[in-house]
């Protein structure tokens, strides 16, 4: 007896359980191998992480090209301050301010330039089909040069004739093959309002939430078109500083001179003006962050049932590596780890799935719509974090796998 | 030499206040080195409940349980899952993963020695399901597997580790005649030459013979502790 005792290997007792690194990879490749076992419930959590990837994408895509087209055409100014009502939300509904304080401005020693700038919306004739739509119309000095538009230097001349425009080349469709008519016959005759204009020629500019199309026009056109407005009125004001005037300084200065009928504004507050109307004062930042939280959800309690139901369906299995040693930690590890598989499998084709949707979109709507690197990371981080929150509640379950109920 | 298994005046009870039943009185078992025990009795008499917390499957209530030279009672639950490791397990279900090959299977129970590699693993698996005559099996999953080959593969997953102890609760239980006998001589010959002590609990008559020593309980008493007629070695 005594002498077979001695076969016993004698490593028993230095037996060292594996390493964090080792075990990861073994409770991970437990996982794989689980997962890969029932391709049809593979194949369907994969496609529920699909889901929600590819509407976190789409709704986060269409929250960037809102406000990213929202303040396209500030971003198109070149101007360092501007002027502007106290009381406009939004630069597609402004609040007037008297011109007067366009030249006040000019009193102050940094300012080089000051130039109004005039905005409304006015129906559109499409030339094609005669049908009306409403469309953004800018109206500024066409030689002071404010507006920093592809094609617009060009035209800076043609402007200044009596009735024309400049029409955004990236317009919805809905205003009529614009771009291909001038093209093919050079400028044409078109109707805004109830007046009769000509598009001498176009520019790039691009759609927002707020205007469909743009045209660009000059100060004397603009009022002739919008009929209605009072010569004393401008919507917006744009202020050019000498080269080396220290911006803050002057925009103090301004304020000092100016009454509290307008505010003094850099470009970037002006542009995050615009952009806290479309997130805050409209539900339009609320909706796409709700869209993407129930994409979450939704591929969270997918993810979940499958992994409770791995769990559940295989209760002895799981309760038979816990009488063999197996801590509760390991097989966490080994459901997190599915977590993970189903986050990474579904992550990848959502995105490719996500970014030619993307182009589909972006050729329909006119939006900037385009696969940024910056939110794949933080769709990947939402995937995983929805994944992580599945297993974690998963997870609960192995404590039903009671290794003390085997016998 | 320490016993494998030693047990003195342990008393369980399942529930609490008014549910409270004891299932085991004041229970002494010792299991020698090398010696394999048959517990038996009839249903309920607390066999089980017993196996379990000489596995440390439970926390001991009452009483001494050293189990490899670890007393248990009092012991932490990490203290627990680590002796699980030292003690081979086989269930009256076979319980393999029904995703994994009989070698990945057997494997299994050296993925908890961060000493082993993955060559080193597989070799094992493949050598101890060749030693219970699976040699051309291993690749299988157990679905492909017939019911005594897949009970052979748990007492290879149960054996692999050279565990210093091995407890069995009705191993035959789901196996016809035949198979239930070649599998526990099999269990028998293997602890045999490796002299690992074995505690087995059963009904089954036509497996008495494998034991050195039977050991009877009934309402949570031991009531007998025969040498069995088995000739020891
Ligand atoms: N988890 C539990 N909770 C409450 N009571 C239990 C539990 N497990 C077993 N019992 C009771 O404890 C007593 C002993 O059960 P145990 O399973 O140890 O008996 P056994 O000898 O293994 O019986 P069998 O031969 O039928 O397997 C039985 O009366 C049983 O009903
Ligand atoms: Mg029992």
């Given amino acids: 007896m005594n002498a077979m005792s001695d076969l016993r290997p004698a490593a028993r007792g230095a037996m060292r359980a594996p390493g964090f690194l080792s075990g990861s990879w073994l409770a991970v490749r437990l996982a794989w191998r689980q997962l890969r076992s029932e391709r049809a419930r593979l194949a369907s959590a994969i496609a529920g992480v699909m889901f929600a990837c590819v509407l976190v994408f789409m709704q986060l895509g269409f929250r960037a090209a809102l406000f990213e087209s929202a303040t396209t055409l500030i971003g198109a100014m070149r101007a360092d301050l501007f002027l502007m009502s106290p009381m406009t939300l939004a630069s597609f509904r402004p609040e007037t301010i008297p011109r007067v304080r366009v030249s006040q401005a000019l009193g102050v020693e940094a300012v080089q330039a000051a130039v109004p700038v005039y905005l409304a919306q006015a129906s559109f004739r499409n030339p ?111 202020i050019r500083l000498k080269p080396g005037a220290d911006l803050l300084a002057a925009q103090a200065a301004l304020r000092a001179i100016m009454p509290p009928d307008v505010a003094v504004l850099t470009q970037e507050e002006l542009r995050r003006h615009e952009l806290r109307y479309w997130e805050e004062a409209t539900p339009i930042g609320f909706i796409f962050s709700f869209g993407s939280l129930m994409g979450l959800i939704v591929g969270m309690v997918i993810v979940y049932q499958i992994l409770f139901s791995d769990i559940a369906g295989h209760l002895k299995e799981y309760a038979t590596l816990k009488a063999m040693g197996y801590s509760n930690a390991h097989l966490s590890r080994v459901v997190l780890g599915a977590a993970g598989i189903l986050a990474l499998l579904g992550f990848v084709p959502g995105t490719i799935a996500s970014a030619m949707l993307y182009g589909v979109i972006a050729d329909a709507t006119f939006l900037p719509l385009a696969m940024a690197t910056e939110r794949a990371v933080t769709v990947f981080l939402m995937i995983f974090a929805m994944c992580g929150v599945a297993g974690l509640l998963a997870v609960r379950k192995l404590r039903d796998a009671d290794p003390a109920d085997m016998f | 030499m320490e016993n494998p298994v030693e047990i003195r005046e342990v008393t369980y009870a399942y529930g609490e206040g008014a549910l409270r039943r004891e299932v085991l009185r004041e229970v002494d078992l010792r299991v020698g080195p090398g010696e394999i025990v048959i517990l038996t009795g009839p249903s309920g008499s607390g066999k089980t409940t017993l196996l379990t917390l000489a596995g440390a499957l439970r926390a001991v209530q009452q009483g001494s349980c050293r189990v490899l030279g670890r007393e248990l009672a009092g012991a932490r639950e990490a203290e627990r899952v680590a002796l699980r490791r030292r003690i081979g397990f086989i269930f009256q279900s076979h319980n393999l993963l029904g995703f994994l090959s009989a070698r990945q299977n057997v494997a299994m129970a050296l993925e908890l020695d961060g000493g082993t590699g993955e060559r080193e693993r597989l070799e094992r698996a493949d050598a101890m399901l060749a030693s219970v005559g699976l040699a051309e099996h291993a690749g299988k999953q157990p679905g492909q597997l017939s019911g005594g080959q897949r009970q052979r593969v748990a007492v290879a997953r149960a054996l692999v580790g050279s565990p210093g102890l091995i407890l069995a609760d009705e191993p035959t239980a789901a196996l016809d005649k035949a198979s239930g006998q070649e599998v526990v001589h099999l269990l028998r010959d293997l602890a045999r030459s490796r002299g690992t002590a074995i505690l087995l609990v059963t009904h089954d008559p036509r497996i008495l013979d494998v034991a050195d020593r039977i050991v009877a309980m009934e309402d949570g008493r031991v009531v007998a502790d025969d040498a069995a007629r088995a000739v020891n070695g």
């Avoid at chain 1, 030689?143 to 400049?166: C, F, N, S, W």
């Avoid at chain 1, 109830?194 to 660009?216: I, K, L, P, Q, Y």
């Avoid at chain 1, 209605?228 to 004001?237: K, N, S």
């Fill in chain 1, 128 to 238: 094609e089909s005669g049908r009306r739509r409403m469309i953004q119309l800018i109206g500024f000095d066409a030689e002071a040069g404010v507006l920093d538009l592809p094609g617009l230097a060009a035209m800076r001349e043609a402007l200044k004739q009596p009735d024309t425009i400049a029409f955004d080349a990236r317009s919805r469709p809905e205003f009529g093959p614009v771009l291909r008519m001038f093209q093919e016959q050079g400028p044409f005759a078109v109707q805004i309002g109830n007046r009769e204009m000509r598009v001498v020629g176009t520019v790039e500019m691009g759609t927002s939430f707020g205007a469909d199309g743009n045209a660009v026009l000059s100060e004397v056109n603009f009022r002739r078109a919008v009929r209605e407005r009072p010569q004393a009125l401008v919507d917006l004001a744009a």
